[in-house]
């Protein structure tokens, strides 16, 4: 094996002793004086039994009570510790590692530099999530639940920014809305537009969904805030106006129940329940025409202009007088025939 330590005789144990332990030069230093590679220098000393520094001119500084103090209490990261000393973040790691000190994940990290976003739950806010929870608004699964976030899709961007601007009220801030085409071979046009709100993440919001989501199923839960703002939310979002108000739900037709009960309760009003097959286990709630004085009063005017139509019939006049001649004749027909008979 001649060729594997050709440098022998120039790199013998004497020479790297005189050189590297008592003059204390550097391998970098052994290399440039004898032209050869710092790796190579390295392996001799190995060879000779001779113990290769390590830089450690940080070891008085970067101790172990240091990230005791600055790592563990204080909780600073790696970065942080790096701005503040001026010493390469690899470095400090390098120590932390020479110190056997486990360091943190990157998620953990931000879990402590980041601390939970928080907002207060008032009654009007309460009320305000309920409702938009009731209808359209959901607060999706966070794979780490810790925060979690309130998210809303709608046709109408004057909507989403009402919602945007009531959200705010309560001190939760919402990323930009975004909009969409959504192809769709229903329409005329072969889609059409989609806005989407999504709310910045918080702690709070898990408080809404452990109340909503019953083992990741949306339910109605058995204190929700039935109030003129949480069924105004869920008018605006659920229901519509053709000759009769339905509220659709979506919800099983127990929940439906739930609601029909609190609907009878607070305004005196009996919705029809409304379900059939392709339903698949759900039901809708429909509100008279008699009763439906009762229910837009109770809610109050319109807040947004895209949605003005809901407050007022939309069948059209002639469908209208259609069914009104039709229902007259079959009224005579029966009168007709009770007095032959």
């Excluded at 392996?43 to 970067?62: A, D, H, M, P, V």
């Excluded at 701005?83 to 110190?99: A, C, N």
């Amino acid at each position: 094996m001649p060729g594997k330590y050709k440098y022998l005789k120039i790199l013998s144990k004497k020479f790297l002793i005189k050189n590297y332990i008592k003059n204390k030069k550097s391998i970098l230093k052994i290399a440039k004086l004898t032209n050869i590679n710092r790796n190579t220098i390295s392996r001799y000393l190995s060879l000779n039994g001779i113990e290769i520094r390590t830089k450690c001119k940080y070891l008085s500084f970067l101790n172990k009570n240091f990230f005791i103090k600055n790592y563990f209490k204080k909780k600073k990261s790696i970065n942080q510790i790096s701005k503040e000393t001026g010493i390469v973040r690899s470095v400090i790691r390098d120590y932390t590692k020479r110190l056997n000190i486990k360091s943190r994940s990157s998620i953990e990290q931000k879990r402590i530099s980041f601390l939970p976003k928080k907002f207060i739950i008032t009654k009007n806010c309460l009320s305000f999530i309920d409702g938009s929870l009731l209808g359209d608004g959901s607060i999706p699964l966070n794979p780490y639940q810790r925060e979690f976030s309130y998210t809303q899709g709608c046709k109408y961007k004057e909507y989403l920014k009402y919602v945007r601007k009531r959200l705010l009220r309560y001190g939760i801030t919402s990323s930009p809305i975004l909009t969409k085409w959504i192809n769709d071979s229903r329409c005329k046009e072969g889609g059409y537009y989609e806005s989407y709100l999504h709310t910045h993440r918080y702690e709070t919001f898990k408080i809404f969904r452990e109340r909503w989501y019953k083992n990741g199923i949306k339910r109605v839960p058995k204190d929700f805030q039935f109030t003129p703002d949480s069924l105004l939310q869920f008018y605006l979002s659920d229901g519509n106006f053709y000759r009769e108000i339905r509220l659709c739900s979506s919800f099983s037709i127990k929940d439906a129940k739930f609601l029909r009960k609190l609907f009878i309760k607070n305004l005196k009003i009996t919705p029809r329940l409304i379900t059939s097959p392709w339903m698949k286990g759900k039901a809708d709630l429909a509100i008279k025409k008699s009763d439906i004085p009762k229910f837009l009063n109770y809610i109050g005017k319109c807040p947004i202009r895209c949605y003005q139509y809901k407050w007022h019939d939309n069948e059209p006049s002639e469908k209208r007088l259609e069914r009104n001649k039709r229902a007259r004749e079959v009224y005579h027909l029966k009168r007709q025939h009770l007095i032959k008979t």
